[in-house]
């Protein structure tokens, strides 16, 4: 009889076979645990452009990134990339991703418009829509609640311009925007900001988003005539470049004018073309500030080196690339918590409807947009918390356009306000000062803040042809532009220029048509009260009539009026005359002159007298010789030897003598009576005074009689009837103000020089005081 088997051999067959299935439940638990699920998501950008191009190789990178760091994760995030170039392919790229390759979100697109309309299909489908770029306040989580935003919408930097604006007491400005979702979002917001702060806006400039250039000259043309000078420009990077270029053009990039720019157009610098930038020299613009960390360096040079890599046109990390980076990690880690606490539902069910409103309902959505909201790290933009579907407040950085690039000049912290630093901790007080910012360049590289409002002043001037040393006007061949340079000008450019704040002004010619001065001095003035100039400069002197329609700055130069004369009067007056006794004689009046001579001759037999009736022969002998008569007066004892006729011949005789000299002295030094201007009256000679100057009245109260007067209008003119003489159809001498003088006198070294005593120089000040003592007593 055979025995059965062993029950050590059936205990040994049940323990192999139950390893056997316990190793193939194990594999198949390992298996199942170790197998990636694909999560796909839809990203739709506009690849056109160098933003569109850039941020999709950020998200390229990283999804590269996570998962390099983050191996045993269970999702794998698959990218479905679409081009959108407007709104209607942006959402037929979104319709396409939800119905056809069922994603689980969709990551862009880039513009609020676009966004806008993908937005409304994605809380349809209940699919997260995260946008990086999206910053319209129209789109919002509340109306749109799978609508995420991995940014701030542009309400948040409204309060850093605000700032700006009370930093620089400005109290009109003049907004700029495109007619777009995103030009158009902030107006009602910062309408009402602007009205808290008592900030007016007069006009509101409105520029479609293809606009032509016919289009926006024509729309700078209405700026350039506004009182208005600051600007803040709400624009997308396409637009702002053609819209700068002509700005400078028609001239509202120069000295005076105020430019501020919001965050887009201010992160995208770095990518504009070098004429552009140097248009927008001055221009303050408003960016997120972003920490410095090594990781960031670290992801700037890897993303730099792969965009030279796939293009040879190179921008740097902006702000807007590393929110798409940052996005792609929140997402991949809701993804992964989605995943490991629920099972994967598969995706969703479409019904295949070509209607946008009979999409499908994603099962998986609702969780994973709850995981989306909770996300909090730090991400390569700094700190990544969602408040109300959307990043939280952060601090701005203000910088300046100067040169080739930007300049930071401050910083503006919620609740701080304008700082110098990014980490000052909160104060009481919210500051708004300039303090607070670094210097600053505006436009026309001025370094004066401009004033909000206000027109250009007229600064009417004088157009002359002579005497250009004080006032001239030159034409600028280039542009065909005016140049007016001169002293007055200086002085006038220099004390703007210690003004504490900006005036803008333009210098107006004060001529007709045909180029010649327009009126009289005197009648200028009464333009300025009529508002036809603001102020005029120039060669205007100060007087009493003048001054009751106008107000006078200090004088600068010296006032009064002077005369001027040859050094030489004519050929009667020259010493190499053959006849010497004429220029001795001349200058004295007949009677004078046989004064003279009877004396003299009686001196002269007084003399011969006293040679033969004298009793001492050795004073006689003196007297034989005419050089030694006058040692009379100096012998011992001769005095008394003398008899009284000679003491009184020898004074007579001296005194004819001194006066031979006093007449010689004055003839090297000009002629005696002449510069008496009572005496010029009274000979009738002729004297000229500048054309258009105030010195013709000036002459006739020194009761100088028309005939008498010659008008002349430049040192040339004066020099010939000068040279002439009155006698010769010239004139006696020039009466003239002062810093004419000087120049007349300048342009002639030693040929002419100035006449009269010190009471004819102040002469015209003398006479403005007595003008006005007199209306003051009326």
């Not at 003279?596 to 001492?616: G, H, K, P």
Request: charged share 20%.
């Amino acid at each position: 009889m055979r025995k059965g088997p062993s029950r050590f051999l059936i205990f040994q067959f049940m323990f192999f076979y139950f390893l056997s299935h316990c190793c193939r439940w194990t594999s198949a638990q390992n298996s199942s645990v170790t197998a990636t699920v694909q999560f796909n998501v839809g990203v739709i950008l506009d690849l056109r452009i160098l933003n569109g191009k850039m941020s999709n190789t950020c998200i390229s990178m990283a999804v590269q990134d996570f998962y390099a760091v983050t191996d045993d994760y269970r999702t794998r995030l698959v990218l479905h990339t679409r081009h959108s170039k407007d709104v209607i392919t942006a959402a037929s790229a979104a319709v396409n991703l939800l119905k056809d390759v069922e994603v689980q979100a969709i990551v862009g697109p880039q513009t609020s418009g676009q966004a806008q309309s993908v937005a409304a299909l994605g809380n349809r489908a209940q699919v997260p829509v995260i946008s990086f770029s999206a910053t319209s306040p129209s789109i919002s989580s509340s109306q749109m609640p799978y609508f995420i935003r991995m940014t701030r919408n542009d309400t948040y930097q409204l309060e850093a311009i605000a700032s700006l604006i009370l930093a620089f007491k400005w109290k009109d400005v003049v907004l700029i925007y495109e007619k777009t979702e995103y030009g158009l979002g902030i107006l009602p917001v910062f309408y009402e900001l602007l009205q808290t702060l008592n900030v007016r806006v007069p006009y509101r400039s409105v520029i479609p988003p293809r606009a032509t250039e016919d289009q926006i000259l024509e729309e700078l043309h209405k700026l350039l005539g506004m009182q208005t000078r600051v600007f803040i420009v709400h624009m997308s990077y396409s637009l702002a470049p053609l819209f700068f270029l002509k700005a400078k053009k028609v001239g509202l990039m120069n000295e005076g004018y105020a430019w501020i720019i919001t965050e887009e157009l201010t992160s995208f610098l770095s990518s504009l073309e070098y004429p552009v930038i140097d248009s927008m020299q001055g221009v303050l613009g408003i960016k997120p500030y972003i920490p410095r960390s090594r990781e960031l360096e670290k992801f700037r040079v890897k993303l730099i080196s792969k965009i030279l890599q796939e293009s040879a046109t190179m921008d740097d990390v902006n702000i807007f690339c590393l929110h798409a980076y940052d996005s792609i990690w929140a997402l991949a880690m809701a993804a992964e918590k989605v995943v490991r606490s629920h099972s994967f539902p598969g995706t969703k069910y479409f019904n295949n409807f070509s209607n946008f409103s009979e999409l499908g309902i994603s099962k998986m959505g609702p969780r994973l947009l709850k995981e989306i909201l909770k996300s909090k790290f730090y991400g390569l933009s700094g700190k990544i918390q969602l408040v109300d579907g959307q990043l939280e407040p952060l601090v701005f950085q203000t910088i300046n356009i100067v040169g080739q690039g930007e300049r930071e000049i401050g910083f503006w912290i919620p609740a701080v306000g304008i700082s110098l630093g990014p980490d000052l901790k909160t104060t009481t007080t919210y500051r708004t000062t300039q303090l607070s910012l670094r210097p600053i360049i505006w436009p026309g590289e001025s370094t004066m803040v401009p004033k909000s409002s206000g027109k250009k002043l007229k600064i009417g001037y004088p157009v002359k042809d002579t005497f250009s040393e004080l006032v001239k006007m030159q034409l600028n061949g280039s542009n065909n532009g005016i140049f007016v340079t001169g002293f007055c000008v200086d002085v006038f450019k220099e004390v703007m220029k210690a003004l504490p704040y900006f005036i803008p002004y333009e210098f107006v010619p004060i001529q007709k048509a045909n180029g010649e001065m327009e009126t009289s001095y005197n009648d200028l003035f009464h333009q300025v009260p009529h508002q036809k100039y603001d102020a005029l400069i120039g060669d205007i002197t100060i007087t009493a009539n003048r001054s009751v329609s106008v107000d006078f700055s200090l004088p600068y130069t010296t006032g009064g009026v002077q005369m001027v004369i040859p050094n030489i009067y004519d050929e009667r007056n020259n010493l190499l005359h053959p006849w010497l006794p004429m220029v001795v004689f001349w200058p004295l009046s007949l009677i004078a002159n046989l004064s003279f001579v009877t004396v003299f001759i009686l001196a002269f037999f007084e003399v011969l007298y006293m040679e033969y009736s004298t009793s001492d022969l050795q004073i006689g002998k003196r007297l034989r010789c005419p050089w030694t008569w006058s040692s009379l007066f100096y012998q011992s004892g001769g005095l008394k030897k003398v008899s009284q006729n000679a003491i009184l011949t020898s004074v007579i005789a001296s005194l004819i003598f001194l006066e031979l000299v006093m007449r010689v002295t004055f003839v090297y030094s000009g002629h005696l009576t002449l510069m008496d201007t009572n005496v010029l009256v009274s000979n009738g000679d002729f004297v000229g005074y500048q054309k258009g100057s105030f010195v013709k009245m000036f002459l006739k109260q020194l009761n100088f009689d028309d005939y008498q007067l010659k008008v002349y209008n430049s040192p040339e003119e004066y020099d010939e009837p000068l040279s002439k003489g009155s006698q010769n159809g010239g004139v006696a001498a020039i009466f003239d103000e002062i810093p004419y003088i000087k120049l007349l006198l300048n342009k002639y070294p030693g040929k002419y020089r100035r006449g009269g005593n010190r009471t004819e120089r102040i002469a015209g000040s003398e006479m403005v005081r007595s003008e006005k003592i007199k209306r003051n007593q009326k």
